[in-house]
């Protein structure tokens, strides 16, 4: 029988050291409120341009109480953005504000779901690399929805991954809802972790799962079908990415797939409205996969493999226009650096996540890389959309890390992992190559 003397110096220890773990948290999302907000001060950011300048315009007008009128763009960032404006002012310093905000949340909510299935120390690591990776600080910078989609996601797994048996795939479920209506691609991660739900815990969960999840979605897609007169499910930002991922031009990349819009005589004029190009975009493109199926293949196998790569990546933090050129080329390396550096050490170790983390874990991970590549697949390989999923690589990276410390991963594990990330290592060489071609 064990000594209560004991036993209650045992149960203090705990809560001393879950103390000690919650105040490490909160000092973690405390220096990521910080340091977005320093590197905003930094970088100084022009103008917003592209999809920016849309979230903005988006904003004000909700704001200033006037109707969302924009069919491409998803309408979650606007609203939390508009919502902090009338609060705030319309200064963009908001959009700042938000970004790093956003930002303290995935890192708290990332080491919530840390806790609940590698222990509060591992939890803490996670919760650092969230906290202060290059990618996710310098995009807090900008006035674009991955901050939000990606604080959203890490809340949805913590949810899901918490022992509760009802109410965290519910959670879970609002969560993806709210960020589907963010990025309109989560809504292809939606059957999946489903399925995922299904397999371990039942029909009922899952199928209630799947309605949840759904909720947020529904009255925003009636409204916008209404209003156009076409179908369009959150955004007709789909139609435009399936066209230019699925045409005689597609190769896997934007850059390739847009010569679709450069013939004389292009099938969906970009001088169309959001919502007749969304439509016409999807014919032409489902069109083109039941004509074309090796082509489509191929270029689908192009586009996934791209979704892991370094290139874009690198140049986009390097000279694509989002950062004042005043702070230099050498700066602007190093954050760049800093940027690729960051996904090289993370992704071999999420691969090798997905062979030796907990169970739970384990499918989660599974539907991320799965949901990558089915993006990657069905559109083009473009890094950014992998952003939101960030969360998941790092609680499999963290986990393959412990797993390796410790002597727990065997030599035919290893070499099974390093056959799965070998395609991409190779691809990440040929990157390589094909700019320093390129450049002499």
Request: glycine content about 10%; overall charge positive.
């Amino acid at each position: 029988m064990q000594n209560p003397d004991m036993e209650l110096a045992v149960n203090q220890e705990k809560r001393l050291r879950g103390r000690s773990m919650m105040v490490g948290c909160a000092a973690l999302a405390g220096l990521a409120f910080l340091v977005r907000i320093a590197v905003w001060r930094w970088l100084q950011p022009a103008t917003p341009i592209g999809d920016m300048e849309g979230y903005v315009r988006q904003a004000i007008r909700l704001a200033s109480g006037q109707a969302y009128d924009d069919t491409y763009i998803p309408p979650a960032y606007p609203v939390a953005l508009a919502t902090a404006m009338r609060f705030l002012g319309t200064d963009l310093d908001v959009a700042c504000i938000l970004n790093a905000l956003l930002g303290s949340l995935a890192v708290i909510f990332t080491f919530l779901a840390a806790c609940a299935i590698l222990g509060p120390s591992l939890a803490l690591v996670a919760a650092a690399l969230v906290a202060f990776d290059p990618t996710q600080v310098v995009y807090a910078t900008m006035v674009l929805s991955e901050p939000l989609a990606v604080a959203l996601v890490a809340a949805a797994v913590a949810a899901l991954v918490w022992p509760s048996q009802r109410i965290g795939p519910i959670l879970g479920g609002i969560f993806l809802g709210l960020g589907a209506l963010t990025r309109e691609s989560i809504v292809v991660m939606l059957p999946l972790l489903s399925l995922a739900l299904w397999r371990e815990r039942g029909c009922r969960l899952a199928l209630a799962f799947l309605v949840v999840s759904f909720l947020p979605i529904v009255p925003w897609t009636l409204r916008k079908t209404t209003a156009t007169g076409q179908p369009i499910l959150i955004s007709s930002r789909a139609g435009y990415n399936l066209l230019i991922g699925n045409n005689p031009y597609a190769d896997g990349t934007q850059r390739g797939g847009k010569r679709i819009f450069q013939v004389p005589d292009p099938p969906v004029p970009e001088s169309l409205p959001d919502a007749q190009r969304h439509r016409r975009g999807i014919d032409y493109a489902l069109a083109w996969i039941i004509g074309h199926p090796k082509e489509f293949a191929r270029k689908g196998l192009a586009g996934a493999l791209r979704m892991f790569g370094l290139e874009r990546q690198f140049l986009y933090a390097l000279r694509e226009g989002y950062y004042a050129g005043h702070i230099g080329f050498v700066p602007k390396l190093v954050l760049a650096a800093g940027s690729v550096g960051s996904w090289i050490v993370i992704l071999p170790l999420a691969v090798l996540g997905v062979l030796v983390g907990p169970p739970r874990l384990r499918t989660l991970g599974l539907c991320a890389f799965l949901w990558v590549c089915i993006l990657g697949f069905a559109a083009f390989g473009e890094w950014r959309f992998r952003m939101p999923v960030f969360p998941v690589f790092v609680l499999l990276a963290v986990a393959a890390g412990d797993a390796s410390v410790r002597g727990h991963v065997s030599r035919r594990t290893w070499v099974i992992a390093g056959g799965i990330i070998a395609p991409v290592l190779a691809y990440w060489v040929w990157e390589v190559l094909e700019r320093a071609q390129d450049i002499a």
